[in-house]
Every structure is written in C-alpha cells, then in structure tokens.
C-alpha cells in the first residue's frame, strides 16, 4: 500500500487538549510508519481533505492527529466520536532531520497548535536518548498543548519553558524572547553546536530564523500553506520563486532554503492560488 492511498480509519481515542483542540488517535495497521514533521491528508466524507500534522506515532502503530478548531473541517473532526470513520493518506512530506551528533545542543521551538509536529519529534528524541530544549509559546495559559507530557520530559534530562502573551503563565512575552536569553551567553562554538526545530505563526518562524542565521546556527522550519492535493500535482502549495512544494518539498525547509524563498514570512495562496500577504 502506498502512502497516497487513501485508507478507512476508525477514530480509537479523542482526547480534549484545551477549548478549541483536540486530539484523535487511530490505528493504522499498515506497514507505513511516519517520522516527526510528516503530515497526512485527511477526509472526512461529504465535507473535505485537509492536511494535519502527525503529533504521535508509538510502537504499536497508533498515530495521532492534534486538531484546531477553525473551519468547516476542522469543526467536522471536532465532532466525531470514538468508532467513526475517516480517511487517512499518509505519510506524506518530509520530516525533520534528527542530529547525527549526540551531542548537539537542541530546541524544538513551537507556538500554537506548531507543537503538534513537535511533540512527535520530542517523543523519538526521548526514546533516543537525546536531551533537548523545548519552548512553548502560547496566547493564553488554555491554549498551551501536551503540558503534562513535556513536564515529564523536564523531569529527566531535557527542558521545558514556555510563555504567554498575557503573561498570566509562564513568562511573559514570545518564543523567541526565551530562545535569544537563553543563547545569550552561548560562545561560538556552542553556537555552532545548536539546532533549531520549529513550527508555528510564519511570523515567529521567520523572526527564528533571523536569529538562527546571524549566529550561524542550524535552522529548520516547518511551514504551512493551504493544499488541495498534497502530493505534488496542483501546485497551489509552490513557494515562490523556486516553486518549491510545501506538500512535497516540505513541510520542512532549513536555512539554505529558506534564505531563497522569497514568499517566506511575506505571502501565503488563498484557495485559488492568488497570493496575499501573511
Ligand atoms: C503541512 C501542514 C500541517 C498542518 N498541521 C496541522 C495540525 O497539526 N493541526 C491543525 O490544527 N492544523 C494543521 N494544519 C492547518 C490545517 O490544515 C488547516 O487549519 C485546515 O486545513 C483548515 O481547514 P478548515 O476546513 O477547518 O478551515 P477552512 O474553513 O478551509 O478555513 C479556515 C481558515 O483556515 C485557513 N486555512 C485553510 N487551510 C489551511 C492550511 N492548509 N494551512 C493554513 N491555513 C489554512 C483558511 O485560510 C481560513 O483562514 C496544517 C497545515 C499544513 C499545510
Ligand atoms: S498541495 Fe498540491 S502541489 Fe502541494
């Protein structure tokens, strides 16, 4: 079976992350397993195809979608229940590249419903051993994601910050305030030793990226674009002026990329291709 087949899936597990997210767990009892940072494609009959981060995949092959509530087909996931059926095509994309050196000096950076993708990367990390920095950045205290899970993380060798626009939890300000004050004190050649995963607001993203760059630090980011098809052949995901794909090319783009991607932080397609400013 291919990953572009499109497969039935029953909805196993439904768990209410916060207000307007939810996560839904399946089955997948194919030989298919996906690596962090890839996506799938799903449909929920008689409403559309959408893309969706895998946010988890464990050892018996249970994946994971985490799902924000903001349109038609995101209401319509919000609304399953445990036994309904979707269609599921996957994995597609590529995924995050995992550090061939044990030593190197990790942050998995997030803000939104970006910690999706994340927590599948801090979850294979984890399982190799490899300790890592994640910052979360959330509007509010209710919109952070997976925190029980990423304290457990704490716990053991890795680090957990996060913050709020408000302030009210955590601290006060944007990911990237935590990320430059905890670099801050970093010589050049820890510097050098660092990698940066990120996904979220194209915003932060490109704002990472700047500081990534002008400390010469390794730089990888996840993007979003509206897609129709996912596996390459309409090409409303292209990113000007390479006409890379998002769905094929991407999600994951790292600094050499994003430095000649014109559209990166500035435009986004709407559905009928036409570009408008992010
Ligand atoms: C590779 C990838 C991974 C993604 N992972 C997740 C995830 O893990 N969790 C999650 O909740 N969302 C994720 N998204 C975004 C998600 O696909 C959109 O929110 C979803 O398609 C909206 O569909 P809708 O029918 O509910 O909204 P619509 O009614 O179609 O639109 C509502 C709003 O969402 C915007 N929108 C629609 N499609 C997209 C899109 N593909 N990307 C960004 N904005 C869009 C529209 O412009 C509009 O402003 C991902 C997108 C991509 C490209
Ligand atoms: S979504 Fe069709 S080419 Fe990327």
Not at 197 to 207: A, D, T, W
Not at 271 to 276: P, R
Request: aromatic share 10%; with cysteine; glycine share 8%.
């Amino acid at each position: 079976m291919s990953e572009n087949t499109i497969k039935t899936i029953k909805i196993s597990r439904i768990i209410n992350e916060c207000k307007n997210v939810k996560t839904i767990i399946f089955h997948n009892s194919t030989e298919l397993r996906p690596n962090p940072g890839q996506f799938v494609m799903v449909w929920v009959p008689g409403v559309d195809e959408i893309p969706m981060s895998i946010s988890a995949c464990d050892e018996v092959n249970d994946w994971a979608i985490t799902v924000k509530n903001v349109g038609d087909c995101t209401q319509a996931l919000h609304d399953l229940k445990i036994n309904d059926l979707i269609g599921v095509r996957g994995p597609l994309g590529n995924s995050f590249d995992k550090p061939v050196n044990k030593n190197k000096n990790i942050f998995l950076i997030g803000g939104g419903i970006g910690m999706a993708p994340l927590r599948f990367l801090a979850y294979e990390l984890n399982k190799s051993n490899q300790d890592f920095k994640i910052i979360q950045g959330a509007k509010v205290e209710s919109d952070l994601l997976f925190m029980d899970e990423l304290y457990e993380y704490d716990r053991r060798n890795s680090e957990f910050h996060f913050c709020t626009d408000d302030g009210n939890y955590g601290e006060k300000g944007v990911t990237t305030d935590i990320f430059q004050k905890l670099i801050k004190e970093y010589t050049l050649e820890q510097l050098k030793n660092t990698i940066v995963y990120s996904c979220g607001p194209e915003i932060m993203l490109f704002k990472l990226f700047q500081i990534c760059v002008k400390h010469d630090i390794e730089f990888y980011a996840s993007l979003e674009r509206i897609m129709r098809c996912g596996c390459g052949i309409c090409g409303l995901c292209a990113l000007d002026p390479l006409g890379l794909l998002v769905c094929k090319d991407g999600p994951i783009f790292n600094s050499k990329q994003l430095e000649k991607i014109e559209d990166f932080g500035k435009f986004k397609r709407d559905f009928t291709g036409k570009k408008m400013s992010i």
